[in-house]
């Protein structure tokens, strides 16, 4: 029996692409990022969150990965978001990346929303309600930074 909840918002999926790779066909490290990336790039913009085009910034404030086994040249990838804690500007995503043989890794990353001076940018309560959706059930919502 799986202990994973189900997903609040539908899996990204890639394929693993010759330039992820190093030359035995592994994927590099750091592009296990890249995935989780492309996947919050995604799901930011199905949840209608403004974005540098907008005038909204999310940088890293920190970021951590647990590697658990390899993907391949050609392997379908599939990212699974959510988030750990919704803070009052900030989002603490676990992002599981898998591949065919089961998780191959969980990036833990957090982004701090900014407007175009570097403020803070605060969710407002609509953004929230639907960032919420994505909290992992042990974690509850927030109003730290």
């Known amino acids: 029996m799986s202990t994973t909840p189900p997903p609040a918002a539908p899996?990204?999926?890639t394929r693993v692409a010759f330039h992820h790779t190093d030359a035995a066909g592994i994927v590099h490290?750091?592009?296990?990022f890249l995935f989780a990336e492309e996947a919050e790039t995604a799901l930011l913009a199905a949840l209608k969150l403004p974005g540098p085009r907008?005038?909204?910034q999310y940088?890293?404030?920190s970021a951590g990965a647990e590697y658990l086994r390899p993907l391949h040249f050609g392997d379908e990838v599939e990212v699974l978001a959510r988030l750990q804690k919704l803070g009052r500007s900030s989002l603490h995503w676990l992002f599981t990346v898998s591949g065919p043989e089961g998780t191959c890794a969980r990036l833990h990353i957090c982004t701090a929303?900014?407007?175009s001076r570097g403020e803070a940018a605060p969710y407002s309560p609509e953004e929230r309600a639907?960032?919420?959706a994505l909290?992992?059930?042990q974690a509850a919502p927030s109003n730290d930074t």
């Open 11 to 13: 899996p990204y999926r």
């Open 29 to 32: 490290f750091a592009n296990y």
């Open 54 to 56: 907008e005038g909204m």
């Open 59 to 61: 940088p890293r404030v």
């Open 113 to 115: 929303r900014r407007n």
């Open 130 to 132: 639907r960032l919420e």
């Open 135 to 137: 909290i992992l059930p």
